[in-house]
Structures are given as C-alpha cells and as structure tokens.
C-alpha cells in the first residue's frame, strides 16, 4: 500500500481490519443519528448506507438540527428467492422498524429506508432469525447474484438457479466482522483472511447474473459477469459466459460509458465456477485501484483488450472457452399473470409499482402481500424488474391467491405493457446522488406516455421504458428502448435504440429537456413509428433502422 496515488477507497479497506472499522463504536454512540466518514464507506460491505432525507434537508437546516440521518439496508437473496415464512418477517420488520414500507430492487432482492441508527442491529438480528443477510449487499464485492426469476419452470430452470445460490455463497466474503458486530458472535481464535479477496477487496462492485433463454428476464449482458444458459430440452448443456456489462456513468465525462458484456466463450456446468473465479481474480488484481469512476470489470476488459483478457481468464482457470451458441432472445421484462412449473405448481407474477410495497390509497399492497404469505406454502420470489412471483401454488389454492391477488391490487393484468415492462430508480429523496425524480415521477409519465401510445394507434405496445435520476444506472437506462436520466430538477436526458432484448445500447437523441419536450418528441416519434414500422418491429429497432439515432453496438461507441 504504498503507492500515493490509490483511491481513499482503498485505504480504507486496508486500515479496516477486514471490514470493521469502528463501526461499532459508531452505531452505540448516541451522540449523532451518523457514523463516521470512513465508517459510511464499510457499512456498504455489510449491506447499509447512511442517508438523510432530501426532502427535510433544508427545514433541519434553518432550525440548526443535523440533517435527518437514517440507514438504507438491501438484504442479499440471491435468484430474489424467498419463503412465505422470511416474507413475513420482512414485513413485520419493515413496520415497526423502517419507513414503513419495502422497496424490491433492480437486483431481485428488498432493501428498507429510513432505519434509524439505534435500530440497525435489531434489523439485522430479526433478518439472522429467518435466515436472510444483508452480507455483501452493497461495497467493492460480489453483489446478489441475479437469476431467471421462475426457477421451476423447467428442470433446467432449476438447476441454473442453484448455480445461482453457488455463486453467491462462493463470493461471499469470509470476515468475520458483520457476525461480530451485529450477531454479537465472540471474535474465533483464529487470524481473519479473505481467500479470494485479500484485505482490500475488489476495486469496486462485481455484479453476476444468469438468464435462461428466449427471456432476457435479468438483462443479462449489463452484468459483469453474464451466463447465459445453453439447454437441450430440459438438460443444460453449459453457459456462453458474457464479461464486461455495467451501466455507470457521469455526465459530461466522456471516459465513462455504459457496455453490454462481451460473450467469451461456452463452458460445461462443471467449469463454471473456475471460469468465474478466474474473472473474478483478474478483475481483483488487474482493476483500477486509483480511479473508482474507471475502476470495473468493463474499463479493465478495454484497457487489457477483449483478447488478452480472455487468455488470462483461460490460463488462471485451466479452461478453454468453446464457440459460443447463437441465442435467441424474445423477451425482457417479467411475464405475468399464472405460470406452470414442472412439478404441476403454478407461479403468479404480479406486478409492483417501481419495486415500491406500501399500502396507499390506491391499493394495499404491503396488506395483500401479508395476506397472502400467511396463507401461502410456497415461495416469494422477487424479479430483476422489481415485481413479486407468488410461487408454487398448488392446483387447489389457485383460485384463492388469485383472488387475494387481484382484491389487494397486485393483479396487475389490465394494466399496459409500457407501464408492466417500466422499472424507475428509487432516487429522491433518499438517494444521496439523485438530480432528478424517479420512482416518485415515472408513473404519471408513464399515462401520458401511454396516452401519446392510444393517440398513434399504438395501445399497448410493448416498449421497455426505464429511468434514473442520476446516470449511474441503476435501471439500466441505457439499455432501455426508451430511457430517461435525471440531469436537474424535471429535466432528463433522453435516449432511444436499445434493442428490446436488450442487446445493443441505446444513443443519446436529446439533452435536458423537461416533460413538455418530452411528450412533443415522443409524440412524433410514435406518428413515425405507427407509419412507417415493419411487422414485429420494436420501437427501439425502428428509431435506429429509421437513421434517428446511431446503433451502439459497444460500449465505447456511445459518445460517437
Ligand atoms: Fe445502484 C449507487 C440504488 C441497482 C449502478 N445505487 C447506488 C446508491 C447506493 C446511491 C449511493 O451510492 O449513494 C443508490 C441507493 C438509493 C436509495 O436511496 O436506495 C442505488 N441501485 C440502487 C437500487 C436500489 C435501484 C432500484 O431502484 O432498484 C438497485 C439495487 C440493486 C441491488 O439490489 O443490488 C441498484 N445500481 C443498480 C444497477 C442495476 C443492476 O445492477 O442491474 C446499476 C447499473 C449496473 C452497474 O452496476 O453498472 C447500478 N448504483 C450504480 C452506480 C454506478 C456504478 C458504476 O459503475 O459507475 C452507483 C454509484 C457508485 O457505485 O458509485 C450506484
Ligand atoms: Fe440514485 Fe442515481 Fe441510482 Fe437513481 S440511478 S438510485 S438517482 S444513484
């Protein structure tokens, strides 16, 4: 650790005695609703990060309070899989001890807001109880590994969960900090290391995710490492493994840019988690550990080259990639209504708002989702595009969940493909680096996107429409047919020609315009596209096929 130059990051993590800090101090002085500045940069690692709410910031202000501090914990489930049982408990939490409400994330799992500082730790010992974490949550690790939301459609379906579950154990990392300082566990006597991440970790997060196609349901190729599963019938032959996915950038900075994952090579199942670790390490030790903004696996594949990161990839895991498959992709977004698995179980997919679980006056959904995991046997899975699956339903209980299901609004059916495929970022007013509205905006825009739809005669057509308040992506903007990015406050960037399964980018058509530009653009494009469209064409193919804006076929291309 002796080069001047790291990112503080890196400090950090060094001086931190795997993952500790003084945390605990922290979080028993009672003194501040905060920790400290290095503290805030750990806790990540343990799955929370100190917020304030942007809403108060000015009020606490001028009454010379410090700002409102509270704590944002995502649990780590991977594959979004829960039980009715952990379902309950993560709403018995979310009332007593959070802002009241769960957020269902662009990673198939929860996270809570506005969790006071004196209540963290009970947080986390109710979620021990049920055998739920929020270890390797958030920080510069393995994230919660994202897999094709309905597990038991098919045998093959199954079993790519479980690897699902394998990667994320593999990752996880071993200190023993979050055991000690949150489950009161005594210290071993043993020295602490990390096997596969040595005491500073990665460079920065590390995101995996599995998709069973035709349905790009986790939008595969945005994660750094993508698997992309190969099946004859129900037998799963391997993987094509895709490197290089993430979605971050800043605006006005053009050495950042959002990438689809690079497609390797195929693996057998036996080798994929060499050639994982191998992807893994060579980011761990090739990483930029002085830039956090060019510090993932994307800006290291363009840095090393596509060529010679492959070759370092097969000689650390002794594997030699085969020709990768040609795979058909048809959808992106979750398939709802009823699905039948193979062991004769039914699946609901039922459609969430954002992700966002709260009873309000329009629909009682944190009460129905209760409801219902008090009379359900099987699962509660959560999706890549922030909806729930009530899974495994028996024949006999069909009717029963259905008509929970649609008494408390989570039915979903009538509701418009545009508004079904749609996911938002939570944004303000909790996140810290929010520019603009979300989550709290998309829905109204999205009826008068809708709206403008009706009015060209395209009703319901299926568009994947997406925005953030910020250009860090998270979801997945810019591999959204139609995206908007918070620039300022009611002003977002718009972008347009992600392919609709999400195998190509999309291109920046205009800059900072607020909502009345927006509808006016929006609207002649869809008089264009209504006229002019081929059969089956998908509106982000057509803006890019009508010469509207350029293919992003790279990562690197989208500034051109
Ligand atoms: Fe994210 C940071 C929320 C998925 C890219 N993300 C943040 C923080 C923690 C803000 C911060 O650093 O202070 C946000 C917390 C907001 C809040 O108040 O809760 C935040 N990210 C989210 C979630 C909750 C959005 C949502 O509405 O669902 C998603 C949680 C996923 C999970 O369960 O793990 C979430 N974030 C993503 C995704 C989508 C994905 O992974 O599929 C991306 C783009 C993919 C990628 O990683 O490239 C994403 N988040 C970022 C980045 C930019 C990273 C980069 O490479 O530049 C940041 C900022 C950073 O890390 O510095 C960020
Ligand atoms: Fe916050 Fe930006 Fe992520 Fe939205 S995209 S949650 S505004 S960091």
Same mark, same amino acid.
């Given at each position: 650790?002796?080069?001047?130059?790291?990112? @503080?990051?890196?400090?950090?993590?060094?001086?931190?005695?795997?993952?500790?800090?003084?945390?605990?101090?922290?979080?028993?002085?009672?003194? *501040?609703?905060?920790?400290?500045?290095?503290?805030?940069?750990?806790?990540?690692?343990?799955?929370?990060?100190?917020?304030?709410?942007?809403?108060?910031?000015?009020?606490?202000?001028?009454?010379?309070?410090?700002?409102l501090y509270s704590f944002m914990l995502r649990?780590? $489930?991977?594959?979004?899989?829960?039980?009715?049982?952990?379902?309950?408990?993560?709403? =018995?939490?979310? !009332?007593?001890?959070?802002?009241?409400?769960?957020?269902?994330?662009?990673?198939?799992?929860? /996270?809570?807001?506005?969790?006071?500082?004196?209540?963290?730790?009970?947080?986390?010992?109710?979620?021990?109880?049920?055998?739920?974490?929020?270890?390797?949550a958030c920080g510069d690790v393995n994230r919660?590994?994202?897999?094709?939301?309905?597990? $038991?459609?098919?045998?093959?379906?199954?079993?790519?969960?479980?690897?699902?579950?394998?990667?994320?154990?593999?990752?996880?990392?071993?200190?023993?900090?979050?055991?000690?300082?949150?489950?009161?566990?005594?210290?071993?006597?043993?020295?602490?290391?990390?096997?596969?991440?040595?005491?500073?970790?990665?460079?920065?997060?590390?995101?995996?995710?599995?998709?069973?196609?035709? #349905?790009?349901?986790?939008? @595969?190729? *945005?994660?750094?490492?993508?698997?992309?599963?190969?099946?004859?019938?129900?037998?799963?032959?391997?993987?094509?493994?895709?490197?290089?996915?993430?979605?971050?950038?800043?605006?006005?900075?053009?050495?950042?840019?959002?990438?689809?994952?690079?497609?390797?090579?195929? @693996?057998?199942?036996?080798?994929?988690?060499?050639?994982?670790?191998?992807?893994?390490?060579?980011?761990?030790?090739?990483?930029?550990?002085?830039?956090?903004?060019?510090?993932?696996?994307?800006?290291?594949?363009?840095? +090393?080259?596509?060529?010679?990161?492959?070759?370092?990839?097969?000689?650390?895991?002794?594997? *030699?990639?085969?020709?990768?498959?040609?795979?058909?992709?048809?959808?992106?977004?979750?398939?709802?209504?009823?699905?039948?698995?193979?062991?004769?179980?039914? #699946?609901?997919?039922?459609?969430?708002?954002?992700?966002?679980?709260?009873?309000?006056?329009?629909?009682?959904?944190?009460?129905?989702?209760?409801?219902?995991?008090?009379? #359900?046997?099987?699962?509660?899975?959560?999706t890549a595009n922030q909806n729930i699956i009530?899974?495994?339903?028996?024949?006999?209980?069909?009717?029963?969940?259905? !008509?929970?299901?649609? /008494?408390?609004?989570?039915?979903?059916?009538?509701?418009?493909?545009?508004?079904?495929?749609?996911?938002?970022?939570?944004?303000?007013?909790?996140?810290?680096?929010? +520019?603009?509205?979300?989550?709290?905006?998309?829905?109204?825009?999205?009826?008068? $996107?809708?709206?403008?739809? =009706?009015?060209?005669?395209?009703?319901?057509?299926?568009?994947?429409?997406?925005?953030?308040?910020?250009?860090?992506?998270?979801?997945?903007?810019?591999?959204?047919?139609?995206?908007?990015?918070?620039?300022?406050?009611?002003?977002?960037?718009?972008?347009?020609?992600?392919?609709?399964?999400?195998?190509?980018?999309?291109?920046?058509?205009?800059?900072?315009?607020?909502?009345?530009?927006?509808?006016?653009?929006?609207?002649?494009?869809?008089?264009?596209?209504?006229?002019?469209?081929?059969? !089956?064409?998908?509106?982000?193919?057509?803006? @890019?096929?009508?010469?509207?804006?350029?293919?992003?076929? /790279?990562?690197?291309?989208?500034?051109?």
């Amino acid at each position: 650790m002796s080069d001047k130059k790291l990112a @503080v990051n890196e400090y950090i993590k060094a001086r931190s005695n795997f993952l500790r800090g003084t945390i605990e101090e922290g979080i028993n002085d009672p003194l *501040t609703g905060a920790i400290s500045e290095d503290d805030t940069q750990l806790t990540k690692f343990h799955g929370f990060y100190q917020q304030d709410d942007r809403d108060l910031r000015n009020e606490r202000k001028s009454e010379k309070l410090e700002p409102l501090y509270s704590f944002m914990l995502r649990a780590r $489930v991977p594959g979004g899989v829960c039980t009715a049982e952990q379902w309950l408990m993560i709403d =018995e939490i979310a !009332q007593h001890l959070t802002r009241g409400n769960i957020r269902l994330t662009t990673r198939q799992t929860f /996270q809570y807001h506005g969790i006071l500082k004196r209540n963290l730790k009970t947080v986390i010992q109710k979620l021990h109880q049920r055998l739920l974490d929020s270890i390797a949550a958030c920080g510069d690790v393995n994230r919660n590994v994202m897999c094709n939301p309905n597990p $038991v459609e098919s045998k093959a379906h199954e079993k790519v969960y479980q690897f699902a579950v394998e990667l994320s154990e593999h990752f996880m990392p071993h200190s023993r900090a979050y055991a000690e300082i949150f489950l009161d566990e005594k210290p071993l006597n043993q020295p602490e290391e990390e096997p596969l991440y040595g005491p500073t970790y990665l460079p920065r997060k590390f995101k995996i995710g599995l998709a069973v196609p035709p #349905h790009n349901d986790v939008d @595969v190729y *945005t994660n750094d490492l993508g698997l992309i599963a190969i099946l004859d019938g129900e037998e799963l032959l391997g993987f094509d493994v895709a490197a290089g996915g993430g979605m971050g950038t800043t605006h006005g900075d053009t050495n950042t840019y959002p990438r689809l994952g690079d497609t390797l090579g195929f @693996v057998r199942p036996e080798d994929v988690l060499k050639v994982s670790e191998a992807i893994f390490t060579t980011q761990r030790d090739f990483g930029d550990r002085e830039n956090r903004k060019h510090a993932r696996l994307k800006y290291t594949i363009d840095t +090393m080259g596509l060529d010679v990161f492959k070759a370092e990839v097969e000689k650390r895991s002794g594997v *030699t990639f085969a020709p990768a498959h040609q795979v058909t992709w048809t959808t992106r977004g979750d398939r709802f209504g009823w699905i039948q698995g193979f062991d004769g179980r039914w #699946h609901l997919t039922c459609y969430i708002p954002n992700g966002r679980i709260a009873d309000t006056e329009h629909a009682q959904l944190m009460t129905g989702l209760r409801e219902i995991a008090k009379v #359900h046997q099987g699962d509660i899975r959560m999706t890549a595009n922030q909806n729930i699956i009530i899974a495994g339903v028996p024949e006999a209980e069909k009717a029963q969940i259905e !008509q929970m299901a649609r /008494q408390y609004g989570l039915y979903g059916e009538e509701l418009t493909w545009l508004r079904k495929l749609s996911i938002a970022c939570v944004a303000l007013p909790t996140c810290g680096l929010a +520019m603009a509205e979300s989550e709290r905006y998309i829905p109204e825009l999205i009826t008068k $996107v809708d709206a403008l739809l =009706e009015k060209n005669g395209l009703a319901n057509e299926p568009i994947v429409m997406r925005m953030t308040g910020c250009p860090n992506g998270c979801a997945r903007p810019f591999a959204a047919e139609i995206g908007f990015v918070g620039k300022g406050p009611g002003r977002y960037n718009l972008y347009l020609g992600a392919s609709p399964v999400g195998t190509r980018l999309n291109k920046l058509y205009r800059e900072n315009i607020p909502e009345e530009t927006i509808l006016e653009e929006l609207d002649g494009l869809f008089a264009r596209f209504a006229k002019e469209r081929q059969e !089956q064409e998908g509106f982000g193919d057509y803006v @890019v096929r009508a010469g509207i804006v350029k293919a992003v076929n /790279q990562g690197r291309e989208f500034h051109d």
